[in-house]
């Protein structure tokens, strides 16, 4: 039965604060990794960044820890796509925490492009064929969507740890898809809307396989969010610039603008949060699936 609370407890402080909670985040030196990252140790938690190169995850720590209360801490440099890497990263965290909360997946890259504009199917088939490999195709999969999956897999002992520390259900992961995953048109990126939809889909089945170990799954279909990925650069705090021309000269995103850091810190938050949500996609895209068609 559901706890009964005095209005005094739907404080935002009090509903949404992570202190103690130990957390961890693949691709946590930029980007939507780094903007959880701060979102979570802004409210108490310890938060662990992984990823393949040390200097931007020590750059993305030293300027991002907050003064007070939780934690951002440089972890590795580990590659997801490795399981040698990943059995290291579990053997590391269960030296230094009996227990984790919530994991991020949110390592991502973006794979070749090649914009299908041709009319002519001589001509398209020329375009396609000379600008994309089963190389490219098969590194964007296995480190948009494998990745993911051994990432979860090797921490289900300590998520689950998690959960009895703090609860039925509580201990969670997050995986940071796409609207491209969602959405029917290619954006010139077959390889990489294609990976994220089976990102969409592994989400899905991992929170209805994973609940019986007291684990949910849930999911962020990002739009357009500033990161290395969409810019190809991070400054020396490893943040990035998404200008609102850039953002509108694409036509389809109501806003008219990339979303923020809090934006997306908000969906991070609520997700970690709320043990009642499992298994659900969260769109968080400006309005881009109601003028792009999808699913």
């Known amino acids: 039965m559901a706890q009964k609370l005095s209005t005094t407890d739907f404080h935002v402080q009090k509903l949404f604060s992570v202190k103690d909670y130990v957390c961890v985040i693949t691709g946590g030196g930029s980007g939507i990794g780094l903007m959880a990252a701060q979102a979570l140790a802004a409210n108490g938690a310890k938060v662990y960044i992984t990823g393949r190169r040390v200097e931007a995850l020590e750059k ?12 951002i801490i440089p972890l590795g440099p580990y590659d997801v796509t490795k399981k040698d890497d990943l059995e290291k990263l579990y053997t590391e965290l269960s030296s230094k925490e009996k227990y984790i909360n919530l994991l991020i997946c949110s390592a991502g890259i973006a794979g070749p492009k090649a914009e299908p504009n041709e009319e002519n199917a001589t001509d398209l088939k020329e375009k396609l064929w000379k600008n994309e490999t089963f190389e490219e195709w098969n590194d964007t999969y296995n480190t948009d969507v494998t990745a993911v999956y051994f990432s979860t897999v090797v921490l289900l002992p300590l998520l689950q740890a998690g959960t009895e520390t703090h609860g039925h259900l509580s201990a ?5 898809s796409s609207m491209s995953g969602i959405m029917r048109h290619a954006q010139g990126h077959f390889s990489y809307n294609a990976a994220k939809g089976g990102t969409v889909h592994l989400a899905k089945l991992m929170s209805a396989e994973f609940q019986k170990a007291r684990i949910r ?5 990002a739009s357009y ?6 810019t190809k650069e991070s400054d020396e705090n490893q943040k990035s610039e998404l200008s609102d021309d850039t953002i509108q000269e694409k036509g389809h995103v109501p806003m008219g603008r990339a979303g923020s850091d809090a934006e997306m810190a908000m969906a991070v938050l609520f997700l970690a949060k709320n043990a009642y949500v499992n298994g659900e996609i969260l769109a968080v895209d400006g309005g881009v699936l109601n003028v792009v068609s999808g699913r």
């Not at 799954?217 to 279909?221: F, L």
């Not at 969010?225 to 969409?230: A, I, N, Q, R």
């Open 60 to 71: 993305a720590a030293k300027s991002h820890s907050p003064n007070d209360g939780g934690q």
């Open 172 to 176: 969670s992961v997050i995986v940071i």
């Open 217 to 221: 799954v849930n999911s962020i279909a």
């Open 225 to 230: 969010f500033p990161s290395e990925m969409t």
